[in-house]
């Protein structure tokens, strides 16, 4: 009789990501032991498959974390990449690869997983943009690691909550009439996300003898413009315009996508230049190890239909923001424990509330996105395309879902780095900012029985910058911060009601913003 430790251990790079994140329930359900490398362990912890798998702390440039983490496991997934993280990125990639592929021999894993991008046929690779031509590398790093190693390529993915599927989206709902880059003209075969992860599965089991690259795609190879237009059909929109011009350089492209779409320039410049070639499957080798079963491949109209009907649902597991912005923040919140000292700006706001703590603690779990931030909007919306235009996330990216939160989601331009439902929401700042900011939300009962929020904002300004950044904006935290405590109050107690209680009308207690000194 099987045990749970004789089915083979697969460990997970990548978790915290779209692709990762999705996979990880789908090895489950095949019958896998999971095992997840996360630089940050915690951001896993709310996922709805964290208490099946097993989460090791560790960085993929890290041989001795990783060498401990391949312990045991049969089949190592490579499901990360350095893309945004400046010029160096293509080092990155490359040393992450060597490490992966050096300690995978050395531990005995009998085979390697990547996803890597699908490369045009009879470019050299000089001429490809740096991500496809990182991808491309890492997927050969791999290949001569030792490791029996499947390299599976893939274009351009459609499933909800990825960048591709957002990015084509976005454009196409917002613009009815669009003067678009000539690379809408390039033919594409586009891949559904359940075909890229049931493949994704089905390689684990691959014979020893097999390593070597495949391509995948789905039923259809299409142009950019056939996308838009056949999304606009599938969504029910009037047909769209595109006018194709040949100005839009691909930087270009990656500035008016980002404009248009929640996928900032930094994500959108590399898919852009990878939509300079034609990117069709060569060969569909994969079936002879991993057959497609009824129904699959999934063709662009049913992976367009199912993906809305995920976001119509409010069921989007994972999304391209899912991953932290590269080189976001991860210093400990001052306050804690390990708290290196230094000064400390803090906004704090205090309320009573005339409705039930529940109630109150909806209205925080459902800040941001298209609930906003109750107050101000302007400041809010300046404030992102101030954000966008030096390269940050800006507003847009919204949220994976309306209503929940878990640790390592994103809310427009914040992280959720804790959450404790029915009591506490901290965001952590991934805007361009000369320094590190966080913003709490505390919903709680005083000791009268009456029920308080507590809104605190912090930030740990870097050198004189800093400095004066949090001076300048401080004249405006009374009307943003103070009305968004009072908003946040109001419309608890409008959805709550005034049942008995539940203490008098909302009073404020206002502390001016404070500096701790370094210490």
Known sequence: METTADRPLCLVTGASGYIGGRLVPELLAAGFRVRCLARSPGKLRDHPWADQVEVVRGDVTDPASVGAAMREVAVAYYLVHAIGTGRGFEDTDRESARVFGAQAADTGVRRIVYLGGLAPAGVP???????????????RILLESGVPTTVLRAAVIIGSGSASFEMLRYLTERLPVMVTPTWVRTRIQPVAVRDVLRLLVGSAQMPSDVNRTFDVGGPDVLTYQ??????????????????????????LSSYWVGLVTPVPASIARPLTES??????????DITRYVPDPPGHPIGFDEAVRLALKRVQDAEVATRWSSASVPGAPSDPLPTDPDWAGGSL???????????????????????????GWYSFPLAWSVRGIADRLVGGVGMRRGRRDAHRLRVGDSVDFWRVEEIEPGRLLRLRAEMRLPGLAWLEMRAGVDDRGRTRYRQRALFHPHGLLGQAYWWSVSPFHAVVFGGMARNIARTAEQAGGHGPGHGAPSADRTASPTVRPTR
């Open 125 to 139: 690779e000089r001429e490809l943009s740096p991500h496809l031509r990182s991808r491309s590398e890492v997927g």
């Open 226 to 251: 056939d996308m838009m237009v056949r999304y606009a059909a599938v969504a029910g929109l009037p047909r769209r315009v595109i006018l194709p011009v040949p100005v839009l350089t691909p930087r």
């Open 275 to 284: 939509l300079r070639h034609e990117v069709v499957c060569r060969e569909n």
């Open 345 to 371: 700006y803090t906004d704090l706001r205090e309320r009573t509330v005339d409705a039930p703590p529940e109630a109150l603690w909806r209205v925080i779990e459902g800040i941001g996105g298209e609930n």
